[in-house]
């Protein structure tokens, strides 16, 4: 597994000296994605592994704790404590009380369907943005650029300026654009992007109660972060993004109450 990275990095530094002048140097990059590939799938499959060997020990633990609890009647408390571990047990012993509660899996959970229960109430808050820009009407640029019109201006703008944003390893994209009247207009991109973009250059920019929403260019557009349907997006995906989250979280309360049936590990919650 490590060797295939080891080694895909040894071919891909063969290709990358070699350059794509030769004709050895674009086939030892495509060796070298081969075998980061086969790599990768390697490590996630080992891992997978792991957990499920992980997993099925535990419930072999917590299926004798259960038999031998349900002899002498102790099942429903043995399983209360196991829950009670599993959700709230607290291993943060240099925090606060209430800290070690936020920082429990069960403490987790609540944020985390707190966040989900926010984006759901920004989705349907979206709802009348959406439908008004689905309703709204071609007018000039005058009209288009007052907050209070509903109604969308397309034409002609020339691009000032392309800006690229970092942070936390994603890159984000804004175009500056100066509109027929002169004034200068930001265009959020987000993680996309016009990469042709230069100054200079004119694209098609489609206003809305005086914010750019589209900018179409270069045998493509782009809807920006000023645009209901792009926002609409971008929520769904926070909201899949937290979901998967929620999932592998309640995975590991899952294996932390059969781990605790089993009476690997048991703290009380109180």
């Given at each position: 597994?490590?060797?295939?990275?080891?080694?895909?990095?040894?071919?891909?530094?063969?290709?990358?000296?070699?350059?794509?002048?030769?004709?050895?140097?674009?086939?030892?990059?495509?060796?070298?994605?081969a075998?980061?590939?086969?790599?990768?799938?390697?490590?996630?499959?080992?891992?997978?592994?792991?957990?499920?060997?992980?997993?099925?020990?535990?419930?072999?633990?917590?299926?004798?704790?259960?038999?031998?609890?349900?002899r002498?009647?102790?099942?429903?408390?043995?399983?209360?404590?196991?829950?009670?571990?599993?959700?709230?047990?607290?291993?943060?012993?240099?925090?606060?009380?209430?800290?070690?509660?936020?920082?429990?899996?069960?403490?987790?959970?609540?944020?985390?369907?707190l966040?989900?229960?926010?984006?759901?109430?920004?989705?349907?808050?979206?709802?009348?943005?959406?439908?008004?820009?689905?309703?709204?009407?071609?007018?000039?640029?005058?009209?288009?650029?007052?907050?209070?019109?509903?109604?969308?201006?397309?034409?002609?703008?020339?691009?000032?300026?392309?800006?690229?944003?970092?942070?936390?390893?994603?890159?984000?994209?804004?175009?500056?654009?100066?509109?027929?009247?002169?004034?200068?207009?930001?265009?959020?991109?987000?993680?996309?992007?016009?990469?042709?973009?230069?100054?200079?250059?004119?694209?098609?920019?489609?206003?809305?109660?005086?914010?750019?929403?589209?900018?179409?260019?270069?045998?493509?557009?782009?809807?920006?972060?000023?645009?209901?349907?792009?926002?609409?997006?971008?929520?769904?995906e926070?909201?899949?993004?937290?979901?998967?989250v929620?999932?592998l979280?309640?995975?590991?309360?899952?294996?932390?109450?059969?781990?605790?049936?089993?009476?690997?590990?048991?703290?009380?919650?109180?």
């Open positions: 597994m490590w060797w295939g990275f080891l080694g895909g990095i040894a071919i891909g530094a063969v290709g990358f000296l070699l350059g794509p002048t030769s004709d050895f140097g674009p086939l030892f990059l495509l060796l070298a994605m075998m980061w590939t086969v790599a990768l799938f390697a490590m996630v499959a080992f891992y997978i592994g792991e957990a499920w060997i992980a997993f099925r020990s535990a419930r072999q633990r917590a299926d004798d704790a259960l038999r031998l609890a349900e002498i009647g102790e099942v429903p408390s043995l399983r209360r404590g196991a829950w009670s571990y599993a959700l709230w047990s607290r291993s943060y012993e240099r925090y606060g009380r209430r800290i070690r509660g936020l920082l429990s899996p069960g403490g987790l959970l609540v944020l985390l369907f966040a989900l229960g926010g984006l759901t109430v920004r989705q349907l808050a979206l709802n009348p943005a959406i439908e008004q820009f689905a309703r709204a009407q071609s007018c000039g640029y005058e009209a288009a650029i007052t907050p209070n019109e509903n109604c969308k201006w397309t034409g002609r703008s020339t691009v000032v300026e392309r800006v690229e944003h970092f942070a936390l390893r994603l890159s984000t994209h804004t175009l500056v654009l100066r509109l027929p009247d002169g004034t200068k207009k930001s265009a959020e991109l987000g993680l996309q992007d016009l990469p042709d973009a230069k100054p200079g250059d004119v694209v098609d920019a489609q206003i809305w109660r005086g914010q750019v929403t589209e900018v179409d260019g270069y045998g493509s557009y782009v809807w920006t972060g000023a645009n209901p349907n792009q926002q609409r997006i971008n929520t769904w926070w909201m899949g993004a937290l979901i998967v929620i999932l979280a309640l995975g590991v309360v899952f294996y932390r109450y059969r781990q605790a049936l089993g009476g690997a590990i048991y703290e009380s919650a109180a």
